[in-house]
């Protein structure tokens, strides 16, 4: 019971982020859950494989897989709400309705402890060799046992106006804008340079939270929270970005968001329901002569990439990407066969063609429009690719070379906690609501509350 309760925690931290594997992947709307059949007849063996997933890419992959092979694959896309309800009702039952299921890196560690994913070592060396390592260390249990592969990597950059980089800083390119975001305190310099000119550095602070596993990980070998400098850093620009109004006040996946990336945007205060505002609302307010600003970078895996593209009108074309305070990732679909399926070998061939087939990653690339895969290979056959939404930047190569500084010995299954805790330690500050000291106070309070094995440092920066 205990590991189903840790597992029904850890899904529920991070369901928010289910559906941005790529821009393919909303999860199934005003249901509990879509499924596709394919109309190919199943193979001789009679072997249908089930697959449960949180996004939509998998149901490609399944008529691809279904008109090569003959077997057929029924796809089921759950609503996030209900993903973690029905995982814990259906593996936690040991059932064998499902053959193949997904999970993103910070729901693995739990699934494999509670023992859903079946032993994927045969794959191991395959893995090893061809795929990004990030992907390859996420998919192992703590005892280095592979359980779940990804056809999809997810590294992260800043992705900025490359027009209005020229304007203000007289270049745009990426190694000069990267150097500007560099350090929290140059991204600090970086925003007052451009709130000089009218413009936001970036929507909300909320876009520094991907840089706060820059140094250490949140939690070390002796279960001590680890506060250092760098997030300190992180916390006091945070503050500085905001009490400023250095930032929109645009809410990442608010509308006033996804509008900053066509266009100009109202001047928002930091008080603004941007939850309740409209794109049609926004314009009319600019048409009627409201003061405005722009947009000049956003912080997010390579999904991210993706959402801009698409949503960035006139201004398609005029993004670059480029590195941060450092390398990161986020999301990621990875793929693992039930323990306690009847179909183990057959759901481990779909595994193995969605993730380890050269053609199939070739393909993906193309069909997803953009999203970036884990196979290393094919990344950099592809690395001289000008990508044309981002001024014809090489944005594969760019990628490949940013997952060469991931980390993934940084990462604990602490961290969402520590980030949310540390993120309401930084908004009670900026507005007014708390000092510093007091915030750390309480932030080491909620996170050890929430974990009672964790404990606060003798050189923790409070007193």
Known sequence: MKKFLALLLALA????MAACGSSNSAPAAND???ETKSDAAPA????KIVVWTLANDLKQFAERYTAETGREVEVVVFDSADYATKIMQTLGTESSDLDVFVGEPQMLPNFFEAGFAADLSELDAQVAEKLVDYTYEAGKDDQGVLRAVSYQACPGSVIYRRD???EVFGTDDPDAIGEKFSSFNKIVETAAELDKAGYSIFGDTGALRWFSISSNPWVNENNEIIVDQDRLDYFDAAVALYQNDYVA???EWSAPWYASMAGPLPVLSADANVWEMTGDGLAEDIANGAETTQVFSYVMPSWGALIIRDNAGDNKGKFG???????FFGGGTFLAVNEFSKHKEAAKDFIEYCTLNNDTAQWWLEASNGDVVSNKEVLAANADYQNPSFGNQNTYGFYLKEMEHI???LITGYDDSCKEAFGAAIVSVQKGESTKEDAL???YTVVTTQYPELVIPADAPIN
């Not at 931290?13 to 928010?16: G, I, K």
């Not at 001789?44 to 072997?47: I, K, L, N, Q, S």
């Open 44 to 47: 001789a063996d009679g072997e």
């Open 321 to 327: 990407v480029c590195s941060g305070v450092c390398s």
């Open 249 to 251: 006040n645009a809410s």
């Open 13 to 16: 931290m991070v369901l928010s």
């Open 441 to 443: 106070k309480n932030f």
């Open 164 to 166: 209005l980089a020229q």
């Open 407 to 409: 980390d993934y010995s």
């Open 32 to 34: 509990s859950k879509t």
